[in-house]
Structures are given as structure tokens and as C-alpha cells.
């Protein structure tokens, strides 16, 4: 999809659709449209047929330079945030091209900072516009399908709105792509795939990209990685990915659950939904493009990602519960649930950050459906037992829409994963069980700047929601970003 900039009269504007949105406030203006429409708009205003109410489309076709109108409710000024407006965009932006529109205009909001308008706009039109077709072979030219979009907006305002583009472009290739990661199946997607994207993706930016496979991982001695990968047909890899954006400054390691396909392995799982374990590589994918995108917006810190790759599968060769494993920072695991698996791979991987002395660490996962039943999926779980990293990480998300709750990591949860024969358990019982997946991680994580996110409920959607198309979100980007950009 192409992206131009408009920035003359609207009467001089040629399109053959144009979104304009409004707060019900402000529906008078509107009638800038009167000439254009025949008068049409006012006859829809005085009917109360179009009023502005939040996410109300109405529809013109028109016979002037503009070919049809589509009018955007924004619903009350008072209660706007930016995260109604960017699912209203990704409404409006959906309903033209399910209407087989192949060029469409947008028209910038008129009290929002320019910039922040056209990356609001921008970003909301390219992540519900998302498409995931690679595996249909049928009807690929019946496809609807946007191919050039304008933004429409002040010629005094020219700068701050193509910033405003130029940012929202890099974030959401870097989210698109981790989608895409996503989105492949299990039978593409296998560790050996993501590495080889990961490693495509660091030296297309300047990334120092590392992949390690199982004869390394023994020799570092991270037999966490290597027991949940005992049951796989395919190697384990570990990617290392170190961004440099500042010689001096501080580091910060971002560490992505990359499990390929999650069987449960031995402790298999229910056969319903169990193909949506495709998605337990998302934290991974959400690493890999938050260093994309951190890579092509030249933001100057040193950013490491660690992604830990491996299916975890049953066989005659798979780790068994009550095995007892070295992890990488030499404390013993206990096992006693295979499937709880994420938390064994990032016990390696999180021990590993230490190498990099960071000032901060922050782990991606999809790692308990506790935290899904908890927080449902409006919000990703957040544990951590830095209130400042707390308040930054909540507020970047608030700010982006991609929302995270706090819950506690007390020490009183350390008790559930006590083991009678190692170190550490890696099941602590149904209750809290997405607190004691985050407690069990803390043991192997020495950074006091911690945190850890929990996106089980967040990661993926299987039904369209909001700027998320079914299948992968590539949540945790967007916020990463914005944090980073805050972070000094
Ligand atoms: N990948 C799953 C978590 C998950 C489940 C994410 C459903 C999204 C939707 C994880 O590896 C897992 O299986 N967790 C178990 C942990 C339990 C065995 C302690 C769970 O949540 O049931
Ligand atoms: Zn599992
Ligand atoms: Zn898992």
C-alpha cells in the first residue's frame, strides 16, 4: 500500500473515496460538504441520519472529484481517547475496502497534534488493512485489497504530519512482520525458519545477529532449551540479536518465548484449540520486531533481544514431568508439568542477559492461560517488582493502546514453587498460576530492573478485533517502542 500526502484545498482533492470523521459536537462541520453533495449533507444532518456517534458510518456516492464520502462518528468529545479512534479508523478503513475501494483518502483530525493524528491514522489503516494470505492459492485476484491511500491534511502542517507517517510506517511493518511470524504454521515456522527471518531481518538494519544450535546450547550448558526440545523433530535455536544505537549508553535485553508449536508435550494438552499453539512464538516475534523497528528509528541505546526456539513435542526422546534439569545459571529444575514449558526455555535465556550487565530486562511470553482467565484478553499481564518500570511500561501502553495490568509478585508466592528434590518447581498448583510462572522466572533473572508480560490473552485474536485481523497482533511492539523512546 502506497502512502501520499495531500495537502491543498479538500475542494481540489480527487479521490474515489474519501473518510472525513467528527465529534457529534461538531457535526456542523460537515457542511463544508454542502456544495460537493448537492446539499445532500445538510438534508443528512437536519435528519439526524448521520449524528457522530462513535464508530457510525454513513455513506455518500457522489458525482465530483470526490467519488464517494464516508462520514466517521468519533462519538463524544469528552469521552474520546486515542484508542476509540484508532478502532474507528481501522472500522472505516475495513468498510472501504470491503466496499472494493483501491483508493482511498483519510482526512487527518482536526484537534489531535498533527503528528500524532497522522501515525494514529496511519497506523490504525496499515494494522487492520493487515492481510495473512500466503497459504491461499484460490480466487487471489477476487482479493480486495487497498492499494494507495492519502492522507489528507494542512499544508502548514506539512513536517509534523510526514513524521507522523514516516514513524507509523516503520512501527507497523515491524508489527506486520512479527504477525506474519506469527501467523505461519507450525510446519514453516520452525525454529530453523524464525532464526533464518531474524537473521534476514538484523542484517537488512545493521543488527548483530548470533544463532546458536543444540551442539552450542550444550556447550553453554542450557539444558533448559535443550530438555523442552528433546521430543522435537527439529534443533533448538537460540537467536541473539544486539542492536548498538549508542556506544556508551545503557542496555536493555528483551527476551521472547519461542515456542514453535506447543503440544504440552508428555503433559499433553486437550486436542480443542490446541492448533492456536502455533502462536506460542509470538513473544519471540514481538523481540524481533521491536529491535526492527528500535534499528530503523536510530534510538540510541544498546537493545539485546534473546529468543530461545524449540517445539515442544511428545516422543520417546521428550523430557518427562519429574525430570530434573541444569539451567544455565546452574540452579535445578524440577519438572512436573512438561507443558509448562515457556517458563523452562526463558530460565536459560533470562539467566543469559546477565552476560550483557543490563539496566533493564523485559520478557515476552504467552506463557499462562491463568493469566488469560485473570485479565481476559484486553490487556497483557504485567509482574515486576520495579514501580517505576511499572509506571513507565503501563503508561506507554495506556498511550499506544496496548494495555497492561499489574499483579503482584510477592514473595509469599516463592513457597507454591518450592521443589522437595531441586531447586525450583516449574508448576506451583492451579491457583496464582500466572503469578508463579512470573515467580519461578524471577529465579533466574539477576537485573533488578525486571519485568515480564504475560500476552496469553493478548498475542493473538480469532475473530476481528478492533485493528487486529484474526491470527497473530504482534502485541508489545507499539509499547516497546514508546517506552524506549522515553527511556533515558
Ligand atoms: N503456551 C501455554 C500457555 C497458553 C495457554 C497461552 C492458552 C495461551 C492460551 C503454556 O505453555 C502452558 O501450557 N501453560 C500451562 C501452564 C500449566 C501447565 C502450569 C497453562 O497455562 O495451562
Ligand atoms: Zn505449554
Ligand atoms: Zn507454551
Not at 437536519?46 to 454513513?58: A, D, L, M, T, V
Amino acid at each position: 500500500m502506497r502512502i501520499a500526502l495531500f495537502t491543498k484545498q479538500i475542494k481540489e482533492l480527487k479521490t474515489d473515496c474519501l473518510i472525513y470523521s467528527c465529534y457529534e459536537e461538531n457535526i456542523e462541520e460537515l457542511e463544508i460538504f454542502n456544495e460537493q453533495t448537492n446539499g445532500l449533507i445538510a438534508h443528512i444532518l437536519h435528519n439526524k441520519e448521520f449524528i457522530g456517534k462513535i464508530n457510525q458510518i454513513y455513506s455518500l456516492r457522489l458525482n465530483g472529484n470526490i467519488k464517494r464520502l464516508i462520514l466517521l462518528g468519533l462519538g463524544k468529545r469528552t469521552e474520546f481517547t486515542t484508542k476509540k479512534a484508532r478502532e474507528a479508523i481501522a472500522k472505516a478503513v475495513t468498510y472501504a475496502r470491503d466496499q472494493d475501494i483501491k483508493e482511498l483518502s483519510v482526512h487527518v483530525f482536526n484537534d489531535l497534534h498533527p503528528q500524532e493524528s497522522a501515525n494514529l491514522i496511519v497506523e490504525a489503516s496499515r494494522l487492520s488493512l493487515y492481510n495473512f494470505n500466503h497459504y491461499k492459492t484460490q480466487n487471489k485476484n477476487e482479493q480486495k485489497e487497498i492499494t494507495a491511500f492519502t492522507l489528507v491534511a494542512d499544508q502548514n502542517n506539512f513536517i509534523e504530519v510526514d513524521k507522523g507517517i514516516r514513524n507509523a510506517l516503520i512501527l507497523t511493518e515491524a508489527v506486520n512482520i512479527a504477525r506474519d511470524l506469527g501467523n505461519h504454521p507450525g510446519n514453516i515456522a520452525t525454529p530453523s525458519y524464525i532464526a533464518k527471518k531474524a537473521k534476514e531481518l538484523a542484517l537488512k538494519t545493521g543488527i548483530k545477529c548470533t544463532i546458536l544450535g543444540n551442539r552450542d546450547l550444550e556447550r553453554w550448558g542450557m539444558n533448559a532449551i535443550l530438555a523442552v526440545n528433546k521430543g522435537s523433530a527439529h534443533q533448538a535455536k537460540l537467536v541473539i540479536l544486539e542492536y548498538s544505537g549508542n556506544r556508551k549508553g545503557k542496555t536493555i535485553c528483551l527476551v521472547g518465548k519461542g515456542i514453535t508449536f506447543d503440544s504440552g508435550g508428555i503433559s499433553i494438552k486437550p486436542s480443542d484449540k490446541m492448533d492456536e499453539m502455533k502462536y506460542d512464538m509470538c513473544g519471540g516475534a514481538t523481540v524481533i520486531g521491536t529491535l526492527y523497528a528500535a534499528a530503523q528509528l536510530k534510538l540510541p541505546h544498546k537493545i539485546i533481544g534473546i529468543i530461545p526456539l524449540t517445539e515442544n513435542m511428545p516422543s520417546g526422546n521428550a523430557y518427562k514431568p519429574g525430570d530434573i534439569i541444569k539451567a544455565y545459571n546452574g540452579k535445578m529444575i524440577d519438572v512436573i508439568d512438561t507443558d509448562a514449558e515457556g517458563r523452562v526455555v526463558l530460565s536459560d535465556a533470562l539467566a543469559y542477559t546477565k552476560n550483557y550487565k543490563p539496566e533493564i530486562v523485559i520478557d515476552y511470553a504467552t506463557l499462562t492461560g491463568a493469566c488469560v482467565v485473570a485479565l481476559g484478553e484486553e490487556c497483557s499481564g504485567l509482574f515486576t517488582q520495579d514501580d517505576q518500570l511499572a509506571k513507565q511500561l503501563t503508561e506507554s501502553g495506556e498511550k499506544t493502546g496496548e494495555r497492561l495490568w499489574r499483579l503482584p509478585l510477592w514473595e509469599e508466592y516463592k513457597e507454591l514453587i518450592k521443589s522437595s528434590h531441586a531447586d525450583v518447581k516449574n508448576y506451583g498448583g492451579r491457583y496464582g498460576g500466572a503469578i508463579t510462572a512470573a515467580a519461578f522466572l524471577q529465579e533466574f533473572v539477576e537485573c533488578k530492573k525486571w519485568a515480564h508480560l504475560d500476552i496469553a490473552g493478548t498475542a493473538w485474536v480469532t475473530k476481528n478485533k478492533g485493528i487486529n485481523p484474526v491470527g497473530a497482533t504482534g502485541v508489545g511492539i507499539r509499547m516497546t517502542i514508546e517506552f524506549l523512546k522515553n527511556w533515558k
